[in-house]
């Protein structure tokens, strides 16, 4: 069992940044994927980015890409996204996930892990 604790989220105005730490505890952390999913009121989940188990492969929804950035630090189990030029329509609960398939994926099924979630209010 992966146990998953995101933080970060916060208020902010449009334009401004924040960054998201998601800690893992249970097991080797640099056995799974980890992947940033988001939802917003009345929407479904979305994938937002996601990291392979090294970090040498990153993938990116269009809606964010060139404003978010994933990383990971496997000596610390903890993966992270910056959110840079931030959007109202960025706002939702944002959640961190792992899984250990052979490789990198972004629907949210294939994910097995899930942390609590942290709430991202862009103000415009």
């Known amino acids: 069992q992966v146990q998953l604790v995101e933080s970060g989220g916060g208020l902010v105005q449009a334009g401004g940044s924040l960054r998201l730490s998601c800690a893992a505890s249970?097991?080797?952390?640099?056995?799974?994927?980890m992947g940033w999913f988001r939802q917003a009121p009345g929407k479904e989940r979305e994938f937002v980015a996601a990291?392979?188990?090294?970090?040498?492969?990153?993938k990116y929804a269009d809606s964010v890409k060139g404003r978010f950035t994933i990383s990971r630090d496997n000596a610390k189990n903890t993966v992270y996204l910056q959110m840079n030029s931030l959007k109202p329509e960025d706002t939702a609960v944002y959640y961190c996930?792992?899984?250990?398939?052979?490789?990198?994926?972004?629907?949210?099924?294939?994910?097995?892990?899930w942390g609590q979630g942290t709430q991202v209010t862009v103000s415009s």
């Open positions: 996930a792992a899984n250990d398939y052979f490789y990198l994926v972004v629907t949210p099924q294939r994910y097995d892990y």
């Open positions: 249970g097991h080797t952390f640099s056995n799974y994927h």
């Open positions: 990291i392979s188990k090294s970090g040498g492969i990153t």
